[in-house]
T-cell receptor
Framework: GAVVSQHPSWVICKSGTSVKIECRSLDFQATTMFWYRQFPKQSLMLMATSNEGSKATYEQGVEKDKFLINHASLTLSTLTVTSAHPEDSSFYIC?????????????FGPGTRLTVT | AQSVTQLDSQVPVFEEAPVELRCNYSSSVSVYLFWYVQYPNQGLQLLLKYLSGSTLVKGINGFEAEFNKSQTSFHLRKPSVHISDTAEYFCAVLYNTDKLIFGTGTRLQVFP
């Protein structure tokens, strides 16, 4: 149980275009979802936290107009990178938390590798 | 500021040898502690967690960790490593917020 999927697992896009990444909780309801960014050989940095039906809370330094997060249902959150540029190339990982199952534990998706050319 | 320090960026070890990956955190309040493993191009898999109770926590794949409040440490250990343990290991701390703070990671490289 507690499986989180991400789609796509790998995407290449041209500079200036937008790309959407989906994060789904497959067997539980995710009251809260988190989006992280990981640069090569570095740690995970939290980008934003979203609760179902509410606006996302962005971490300091993260451009909310560039990284659009939508958490429209209890099983789906999306991250849209708008007008992507090469510096946005990174590994994006989502996680989900089920408040009923655990107040503390986050279940992580497999990640999405974004390459902007 | 809340922070998590993993003192070793890389730990090389021979197969069947014991290993310890170190993790220290900054806080004087209650925390919840986690160790995750990440294989190349994959997400994070939970190895073990400490929420309360016994300070020695056992996880999957033969790993264990000990919570030491006085030293604010949560070191990960395995008595005998296998080639398949080669991966990146992250220590993470959940403070009195929703935010999970990650350490910088330790690359465990197991040699035959």
């Amino acid at each position: 149980g507690a499986v989180v999927s991400q789609h796509p697992s790998w995407v290449i896009c041209k500079s200036g275009t937008s790309v959407k990444i989906e994060c789904r909780s497959l067997d539980f309801q995710a009251t809260t979802m988190f989006w992280y960014r990981q640069f090569p050989k570095q740690s995970l940095m939290l980008m934003a936290t979203s609760n179902e039906g509410s606006k996302a809370t962005y971490e300091q330094g993260v451009e909310k107009d560039k990284f659009l997060i939508n958490h429209a249902s209890l099983t789906l959150s999306t991250l849209t990178v708008t007008s992507a540029h090469p510096e946005d190339s990174s590994f994006y990982i989502c996680s989900a938390r089920d408040a009923v199952r655990s107040s503390y534990e986050q279940y992580f998706g497999p990640g999405t590798r974004l390459t902007v050319t | 500021a809340q922070s998590v320090t993993q003192l070793d960026s890389q730990v090389p070890v021979f197969e069947e040898a014991p290993v310890e990956l170190r993790c220290n955190y900054s806080s004087s309040v209650s925390v919840y502690l986690f160790w995750y493993v990440q294989y190349p191009n994959q997400g994070l898999q939970l190895l073990l967690k400490y929420l309360s109770g016994s300070t020695l926590v056992k996880g999957i794949n033969g790993f264990e960790a000990e919570f030491n409040k006085s030293q604010t440490s949560f070191h990960l250990r395995k008595p005998s490593v296998h080639i398949s343990d080669t991966a990146e290991y992250f220590c993470a701390v959940l403070y009195n917020t929703d935010k999970l703070i990650f350490g910088t990671g330790t690359r465990l490289q197991v040699f035959p």
